[in-house]
Antibody, heavy 120, light 108 residues
Framework: QVQLVESGGGVVQPGRSLRLSCAASGFTFSRYGMHWVRQAPGKGLEWVAV????????FYAESVKGRVTISRDNTKRILYLQMNSLRDDDTGVYYC?????????????WGQGTQVTVSS | EVVLTQSPGTLSLSPGESATLSCWAS???????LAWYQQKPGQAPRLLIYGASSRATGIPDRFSGSGSGTDFTLTISRLEPEDSAMYYCQHYANSPRTFGQGTKVEIK
């Protein structure tokens, strides 16, 4: 069965960096686009970033562009989100999600999320 | 960027009633690439509907999606207590893959 397990969250001071990971299993990781979606406390879902199945195409939300890098290691079956210059409003639960296809698909599986708290 | 607006913000209904949730897009959603997700407190979102009207695997037929272009609807028939949750629409026609702000469904 498909499993997505996020890790790497924690409490970090403003301006610092954090790298999130999402370990995938139960499907051919290298064939599917992958996303990060976040949710601030008590708020709705915010799409953050996407990488195509081969990592060649990446897009970011305006709110994180220039501070965040999405990447993937298809050999290790891991998705990453490198977050730099963290701000208070980056606080929230970060989910990785599998796309239903290699590109422009719906999100058919989600991880359980990892909590990121940016606070001094 | 496609902006999705959901209505109403909150829906409070009794078991057995039907819920109608709306999602309006600021521009036409290519190929009706519109999905609906359910999220319960403390849980990850779960896919309900894709392609505007196709039910995901394991989703009861009480959930149905309709619409095209800029106007989309999620209907939940014969509400059950377990349907109490937040519901989000999302487009996946291009990037950014925006979400609506959500509709909260409460079961009295």
């Amino acid at each position: 069965q498909v499993q997505l397990v996020e890790s790497g969250g924690g409490v970090v001071q403003p301006g610092r960096s954090l790298r999130l990971s999402c370990a995938a299993s139960g499907f051919t990781f290298s064939r599917y686009g992958m996303h990060w979606v976040r949710q601030a406390p008590g708020k709705g879902l915010e799409w953050v970033a996407v990488t195509s199945f081969d990592g060649e195409n990446r897009f970011y939300a305006e709110s994180v562009k220039g501070r965040v890098t999405i990447s993937r290691d298809n050999t290790k079956r891991i998705l990453y989100l490198q977050m730099n210059s963290l701000r208070d409003d980056d606080t929230g639960v970060y989910y990785c999600a599998k796309e239903s296809s290699g590109w422009y698909g719906y999100f058919d599986y989600w991880g359980q999320g990892t909590q990121v708290t940016v606070s001094s | 960027e496609v902006v999705l607006t959901q209505s109403p913000g909150t829906l409070s209904l009794s078991p057995g009633e039907s819920a109608t949730l709306s999602c309006w897009a600021s521009q036409s959603v290519r190929d009706n690439h519109l999905a609906w997700y359910q999220q319960k407190p403390g849980q990850a979102p779960r896919l309900l509907i894709y392609g505007a009207s196709s039910r995901a695997t394991g989703i009861p037929d009480r959930f149905s999606g309709s619409g095209s272009g800029t106007d989309f609807t999620l209907t939940i028939s014969r509400l059950e207590p377990e349907d109490s949750a937040m519901y989000y629409c999302q487009h996946y026609a291009n990037s950014p893959r925006t979400f609506g702000q959500g509709t909260k469904v409460e079961i009295k």
